[in-house]
């Protein structure tokens, strides 16, 4: 069988939680799985999900930890650059045999400008034909979505963020 693309993206809380109930559903049916985040510092907040892969033989990857929305001295073309750097990274990692590839908020890399849709279209005509692979973040772009086989859009109804409760540890991360 052909792997499958997904994407979860919208404006909710779900979607990397998501790719990591995905993973770790793959992972108890014996898959090859490699979790890669994109603009996550583990040096700033020890991810719950990645000791727990850890434990479970899934291989985590942390890929331009740092977006300028949190760290404004960054440049545009600073980011932009780990980003193509990342893509060609991706492209070996097709070459490895995962089962399961998970590009955790790449959708955000392309919504901010760091990487055009056609370089992420690309990346998609690249992958081997049986990994099922996984884009998160908000903003999907729409030919993004019709090359997805599967798409969910998680729509905030709240969030304790809106009356000012900060990420909570074991919720957020
Ligand atoms: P999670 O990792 O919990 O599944 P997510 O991947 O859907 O969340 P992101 O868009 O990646 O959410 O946002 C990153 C962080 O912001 C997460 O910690 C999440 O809880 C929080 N968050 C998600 N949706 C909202 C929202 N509508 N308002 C404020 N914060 C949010
Ligand atoms: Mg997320």
Redesign the pocket.
Known sequence: MNGLIQI?T?????????A?GQAVRAAGCGFKICFIHFFKDPRRFAYGEDKVFKKIGIKVLHFVIQHPHFYPHLSKERIRKDCLKALEDIKKIFKKNFDMLIL??INIALRDGFLKEKEVLSLLEDKPKKLHLIL???GASRDLLKKADLVSE?R?IK?P??KGIK?VKG???
């Open positions: 979860y919208g404006d909710g809380k779900g979607k990397t939680t998501q990591v955790d908020e998160t973040g908000r998680i905030k969030h963020f809106d990420a919720i957020e991360y």
